[in-house]
């Protein structure tokens, strides 16, 4: 009786096919930094082509106690945390690195559950993006089996985080609106344990305090959404708010308070200035189009996973790398010449 083979080729076929070591044809296969022949090389990938053999990443992650995959948890999927995960992939596929995604929705159970289930899935790393009320990870560095890396601001992480200087933006942001004459601003303040947002307002206030002189800083607390925004400086105006310049926690919040002041015949910048934070895409199609602070996500997101694979490498990390946000002056903040 003839015994039935598998058909299936495998790296000694392409061996065998090539006229090499299998040792050789492995190296080629893997485009390992080891010295072979050009010419070795191409009859290696010509006989691999020959024969349709097809490199068995799970097997290969196997031998070297590798899956090449990454867990990534991020709270939400809106503009900012999609140009984040952008970044993300990017650097993942220089780095030949497949990413497992999860959704945590802000809901610290969930984000356990999928570290839970990454761990499970053997990935060799985790990249977790902080959120509006998002804490620490629930283990400490000592308790994570595998190279963990935080994006977005934490107290205190312990783990290598990246992040933005939401104070330097905040102080940035009073600074454009102190140097075009306005001296009464109002803050729209998410009632929200996110740091990002706190430390954008902490940066404004810091610039108010530095001048020296005297300014007037209304908080508007508890805004969530636009709807909140607009609800909140229409309240606001109708008790006498008197700022000339309205600083948005976020461009969707911004979008919220233009409405109310357009509702209330205040035009925008010449009565009241408006500025936001992320510089939302569609922010500069707004008429007039909005000044925001762009806030490097797609950078956050790259930097994020170099580092986490830097990490994976077994290669030390700094414990703190922090990005700049800029400035894109727009129509909603510098009046038309």
């Known amino acids: 009786m003839t015994r039935k083979t598998n058909s299936v080729p495998g790296i000694r076929d392409v061996a065998k096919l090539a006229g090499v070591s299998v040792a050789t044809a492995s190296r080629v296969i893997a485009k390992a930094d080891y010295p072979v022949a050009k010419v070795t090389r191409e009859r290696v990938i010509e006989a691999a082509r020959t024969l349709g053999f097809v490199r068995n990443a799970m097997a290969r992650g196997l031998s070297r106690s590798r899956s090449e995959s990454v867990g990534v948890i991020v709270p939400a999927l809106h503009a900012y945390y999609a140009a984040m995960i952008e970044g993300i992939d990017e650097a993942a596929s220089r780095q030949g690195l497949t990413i497992l995604l999860g959704l945590s929705r802000g809901d610290e159970a969930k984000r356990e559950h999928l570290v839970t289930e990454f761990l499970e899935r053997r990935v060799d790393g985790l990249l977790i993006c902080a959120g509006a009320d998002d804490h620490l990870p629930g283990r400490t560095p000592a308790e994570m089996p595998v190279p963990t890396v935080l994006i977005g601001q934490q107290p205190n992480p312990g783990f290598p985080i990246v992040v933005t200087d939401n104070v330097a933006a905040g102080h940035e942001v009073a600074k454009h609106l102190w140097s075009l004459g306005h001296r009464a601003f109002a803050y729209l303040a998410p009632d929200s344990g996110w740091h990002d947002f706190q430390d954008r307002q902490v940066g404004v206030a810091a610039f108010l305090r530095e001048t ?98 830097a990490a994976i490498a077994g290669h030390q990390v700094p414990m703190r790398s922090e990005l700049r946000a800029t400035l894109v002056a727009r129509g909603s903040s510098v009046p038309s010449p």
Request: aromatic content about 6%; proline content about 3%.
């Open 212 to 309: 020296g002189e005297n300014y007037k800083l209304d908080v508007l607390d508890g805004i969530y959404s636009e709807a909140d925004a607009f609800s909140r400086v229409a309240e606001a105006l109708d008790g006498g708010l008197a700022a000339t310049a309205v600083i948005a926690s976020t461009d969707r919040h911004a979008l919220g308070a233009m409405a109310a002041l357009s509702d209330a015949g205040r035009r925008v910048p010449d009565a009241v200035a408006v500025v936001g934070f992320d510089n939302y895409l569609t922010s500069q199609y707004l008429r007039p189009a909005l000044t925001s602070m762009h806030m490097p996500a797609g950078e956050m997101g790259r930097l994020g996973l170099e580092t986490l694979a």
